[in-house]
């Protein structure tokens, strides 16, 4: 029995000790940033080159370069704010704990992009703005966010050797989708401008509306086929 009792309270010992280091806040950091735990915390203060945010009673870190995909030009904007953060550095030893909003807003904005693409079909017809030109080819912004390529070959009816001889950042143009692959979107001006073209050369169909005297409304008329 005295062996039984020297047992169970070793085992309990070892419980114990197993729970100091669950409850040991730096291990628990560590913990969230090997599983990559998301952690919604509020801004608590704003200091030189980002802000700061407790984490299991711990001074987190976030610089301004990871707490959103774009610049921030007012960080006093953000107090008070909640936000997804992980963890990307522990370090006890110099009681350094960073934290990043980055990696969770990337991966939302490609979620997003796949939905929309998905969305999307090769042939439809889309509004948007010129964004910017190069060598091979213009950059429209389209009305659902996405960016897709109108390629120099598809600019225009006639052969041209640089985009801007036709487009200007900012232009407004409409665009048909010629392809979707790899998350790239390929858009074409001429194919609408070819259509439009075939459609001009086309003529109309001339439809010919008989005479009233032509049509016979008497009784004569209805009945002179029928034989009795």
Request: no cysteine.
């Amino acid at each position: 029995m005295e062996n039984e009792t020297v047992m169970e309270n070793t085992e309990t010992m070892a419980d114990y000790e197993a729970h100091f280091d669950d409850a040991n806040p730096w291990n628990l950091v560590a913990k969230y940033q090997k599983e990559g735990t998301v952690l919604h915390l509020t801004i608590d203060g704003i200091v030189n080159g980002g802000v700061i945010a407790m984490v299991e009673g711990i001074r987190g870190f976030i610089p301004a370069s990871r707490l959103s995909l774009s610049y921030i030009e007012d960080l006093e904007s953000y107090l008070s704010k909640e936000v997804d953060v992980k963890v990307i550095d522990v370090d006890q030893e110099n009681n350094r704990l960073v934290l990043s909003a980055r990696e969770i807003l990337k991966e939302k904005e490609r979620q997003e992009k796949d939905a929309l693409l998905a969305s999307m079909t090769v042939g439809s017809v889309l509004k948007g703005a010129v964004e910017s030109l190069q060598s091979y080819g213009a950059f429209v912004r389209l009305e659902n966010g996405l960016s897709g390529l109108v390629h120099i070959s598809q600019i225009s009816t006639q052969r041209i050797k640089s985009a801007d001889q036709v487009l200007h950042v900012g232009d407004e143009v409409d665009v048909k989708v010629i392809g979707i692959k790899d998350g790239k979107i390929s858009l074409s001006i001429k194919a609408l401008l070819e259509e439009a073209e075939k459609a001009a050369e086309e003529p109309e169909e001339k439809i010919e509306i008989p005479k009233a005297e032509a049509i016979g409304t008497s009784l004569g008329d209805l009945f002179k086929n029928i034989q009795l």
